[in-house]
């Protein structure tokens, strides 16, 4: 990952490999790994680990009110066209690498 990364800052050419396998097939896995009570065995181990530790409480930018509203605005802005390229350029290579690792971590277990 570390070569594929170098490669897309000196805006090289990094192409990974196609996934071997779909969707459909790391969800069936995934249902199988939840099925079988490896989750409840993570998730046991995690509470027995963080037992006892105190919630982290980070400072925020501002007070935030008591009710959360969605009062939301939108800017618009244009992009210049070279961004935009080299933003789809390395949305496509870190969902490549995404893709990469998963296998990686299925082809492990």
Not at 46 to 72: F, M, N, V
């Amino acid at each position: 990952m570390h070569v594929l990364h170098v490669h897309i800052l000196q805006g090289k050419s990094s192409q990974v490999s196609g996934a071997s396998v779909s969707y459909a097939a790391y969800a069936h896995w995934q249902r199988e790994m939840l099925s079988s009570g490896v989750f409840e065995t993570q998730l046991e181990y995690w509470k027995t680990q963080l037992a006892g530790i105190e919630p982290l409480l980070l400072p925020s930018d501002r007070p935030r009110p008591t009710i959360q509203k969605y009062d939301g605005a939108m800017h618009a802005f244009r992009v210049p066209s070279e961004v935009l390229a080299g933003l789809k350029r390395i949305s496509q290579v870190t969902y490549e690498l995404h893709r990469w690792d998963v296998l990686q971590r299925l082809q492990r277990d």
